[in-house]
């Protein structure tokens, strides 16, 4: 990387002297221009899930109705490895060992990383079989205060860091020339609880299995919720008539932010 910088293939934006356990480390971050295809064809939606770590569906823009090969990613070794230090630590603080406490959180969020970083690569992969492939999430800025409301047994999961997956993911796929967009919370509201096949809206959603009570479908929740989410992006670009048949019961209404034909030609990878 430091060789492609000094070739002129990176830019060198800033560089730092980090103090780390006693010894020295410099750290650069580089950055570069990547041109981007400007017209996507295949809306890969990846969104954190109830029940996965991260679920992954295609839609192709030349057939919408057709969802393609749904992929999961379960993240139990990341729950393995924050369930193990987790109760090391606890051992430690009750033994009032916090300096350890402090080691073992950077030595936990190294290993969790090194997972998120396979998982980021395998997303990527999975994007690049598809034709000219757009990579779409939700924008989980400020997401957190959610989840102070929710249930303690989600808490773990939930602050399972995929937001950091998120930034692995776009870092990834752009230099794979792979364009990310972020929806909004607005923008993907509904989607968990919406059915992807007659856009009927539960009011509540609960277990592994999405049923819907207006056409019978039974579908995995989280792909349903990631199904949603390709079609939302599909109809505010006006790529073809996406929207469900008939009017969510809640008034949901998605407003259009991705303009056909303004897309982003070029992405600034920012390599720290
Ligand atoms: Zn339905």
New binding site residues.
């Given amino acids: 990387m430091i060789e492609e910088a000094l070739q002129g293939e990176w830019q060198f934006c800033t560089v730092e002297m980090v103090k780390k356990n006693g010894e020295w480390y410099v750290h650069f971050v580089l950055k570069k221009e990547v041109e981007l295809p400007d017209e996507p064809e295949t809306i890969i939606a990846i969104d954190r899930g109830e029940k996965n770590l991260a679920v992954a569906v295609a839609v192709s823009k030349n057939n919408p109705d057709k969802p393609m090969k749904g992929q999961l990613w379960r993240g139990e070794e990341i729950k393995r490895i924050r369930g193990n230090y987790g109760h090391i630590r606890r051992n430690l603080q009750r033994k009032k060992l916090l300096k350890k406490v402090k080691e073992l959180r950077g030595k936990e969020r190294c290993i969790v990383n090194q997972q998120l970083h396979m998982i980021a690569n395998q997303i990527v992969e999975y994007a690049k079989q598809f034709p000219r492939p757009v990579i779409v999430m939700e924008n989980l800025t400020g997401i957190r205060d959610s989840f102070t409301k929710s249930k303690k047994l989600n808490m773990r999961f939930h602050s399972l860091p995929f937001r950091r997956l998120q930034t692995y993911i776009e870092y990834k796929a752009n230099l794979e020339r792979i364009e990310v967009r972020y929806l909004s919370k607005k923008e993907v509201r509904n989607t968990s609880k919406q059915?992807h096949?007659?856009?009927?809206v539960a009011r509540k959603v609960d277990g592994r299995i999405y049923r819907?009570s207006?056409?019978?479908?039974e579908y995995d929740r989280d792909l349903n919720a990631c199904i949603n989410i390709a079609r939302r992006v599909m109809s505010s670009a006006g790529w073809g008539s996406c929207e469900p048949p008939e009017p969510a019961d809640e008034g949901v209404s998605v407003k259009p932010t991705l303009n056909a034909g303004s897309h982003r030609l070029k992405a600034v990878v920012v390599h720290g």
């Fill in positions: 059915c096949r007659c856009g009927h819907c207006k056409c019978g479908m």
